[in-house]
Nanobody
Framework: QVQLVESGGGLVQPGGSPRLSCAAS????????MGWYRQAPGKQREVVAV???????NYADSVKGRFTISRDNTKNTVYLQMSSLKPEDTAVYYC???????????????WGQGTQVTVSL
């Protein structure tokens, strides 16, 4: 059983700077990709930021310069530091992990349960 536990969401004022965390635990394999996606009401889920084991990072254009993704491999945890939040950043934010389970010889894509971030006065 693998769990991705997210935290750090909630109601934030415009311009705020919350930090999301996602910790992977359980029978998870060697983690490669970690990232964050989001889904706003009535819209498709979209990538926010992804960080590879190599340290390569990709951001959605809409968050470049405002969000920072990082990871702590010793804790199997990925973070998303958000800043200068706008109402259009309101969404459910999902943690995403790709890991390799050697005994199965397979890669797995895993999702967190999602954490709501609402940007409003």
């Amino acid at each position: 059983q693998v769990q991705l536990v997210e935290s750090g969401g909630g109601l934030v004022q415009p311009g705020g700077s919350p930090r999301l965390s996602c910790a992977a635990s359980g029978s998870i394999g060697e983690i490669y990709t970690m990232g964050w996606y989001r889904q706003a009401p009535g819209k498709q889920r979209e990538v926010v930021a992804v960080i590879l084991t190599s340290g390569v990072i990709n951001y959605a254009d809409s968050v470049k310069g405002r969000f920072t993704i990082s990871r702590d491999n010793t804790k199997n945890t990925v973070y998303l530091q958000m800043s200068s939040l706008k109402p259009e950043d309101t969404a459910v934010y999902y943690c995403y992990v790709v890991d390799y389970v050697e005994k199965n010889g397979a890669y797995y894509s895993r999702w967190g349960q999602g954490t709501q971030v609402t940007v409003s006065l």
